[in-house]
């Protein structure tokens, strides 16, 4: 059903969740959405059949989303089932995080209810440091260590989440979920323009159902749930945000 055989190309790069691919062009690279799903800094692992499919689909949708909203992202296009071309970006090692609702580590850190809806959005920088554990930074550390010349590049990048966080809350909001809070990757092109790259589906984001609340994301793995239900999961969300079955 799916011809394309792309086990040839040159690996050069693999995550938890995805391996980077050589392509002719040497402006692009292929992200390949393995089914893994992982937790607790890859402490906790196992496969779900499927999964790469889906979130890769979600995350094509999405980038081509915030590129008709005029967001700068690395998306170029989307390759059944698990594939996603990209333009290669020189990533900065910054995790930026948008709160709407309080929940995860938020909750845990300060003293505020999980649920409860923030006065206005919160954005966080973590260190991407697996041995230091991500340690939240200010906008201050950002230029310090050096991970950005100027404040006013933290700012585009401040700006572009708050951008992101509106158009894609408006948009969840119309297939009846609530955007709890996000995590976006950002890169530079090869012209030295700030690009959001990475992924954003339900291993990124928190997605609760508007009405009942329901956890649409990768959180009822984190919570312990079985795989038979986390998989379900995956494939409710996908149907709520594409409109279709998952094809695998
Ligand atoms: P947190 O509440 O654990 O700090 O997570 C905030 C958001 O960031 C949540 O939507 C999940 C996402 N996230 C990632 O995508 N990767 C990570 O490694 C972590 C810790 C969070
Ligand atoms: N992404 C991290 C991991 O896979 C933590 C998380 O998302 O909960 O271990």
Request: charged share 35%; with cysteine; net charge neutral.
């Amino acid at each position: 059903m799916f011809p394309q055989d792309f086990s040839k190309l040159e690996v050069i790069g693999e995550g938890k969740t995805k391996i980077v691919r050589r392509m002719e062009d040497p402006d692009l690279v292929l992200l390949e959405f393995k089914d893994a799903i992982t937790a607790l800094d890859g402490g906790k692992k196992d496969t779900l059949t499927g999964k790469g499919h889906i979130n890769a689909r979600i995350s094509s949708f999405l980038f081509e989303f915030l590129s008709k909203e005029g967001v700068p992202t690395h998306y170029v296009s989307f390759i059944e089932p698990n594939y996603m071309v990209v333009r290669r970006l020189k990533m900065l090692p910054v995790e930026v995080v948008c709160r709407n609702i309080a929940a995860g580590s938020f909750t845990k850190k300060y003293p505020v209810k999980v649920g409860s809806r923030l006065k206005y959005p919160i954005v966080e920088y973590y260190l991407k440091d697996d041995l230091r554990h991500d340690p939240m930074m200010n906008e201050d550390h950002i230029v310090v260590l050096g991970i950005l010349p100027s404040i006013e590049e933290v700012k585009e990048i401040k700006e572009l989440v708050l951008k992101v966080n509106k158009s894609l809350s408006n948009f969840l909001d119309s297939k009846g979920i609530t955007l709890v809070d996000f995590k976006l990757e950002f890169g530079r092109d090869k012209d030295g323009k700030i690009c959001i790259g990475d992924e954003i589906n339900g291993d990124s984001m928190r997605l609760w159902d508007k009405e009942t609340g329901r956890v649409l994301d990768k959180d009822v793995y984190r919570q312990g749930k079985k795989l038979g239900e986390v998989l379900e999961t995956y494939r409710e969300c996908y149907r709520r945000i594409i409109g279709e079955e998952p094809k695998v």
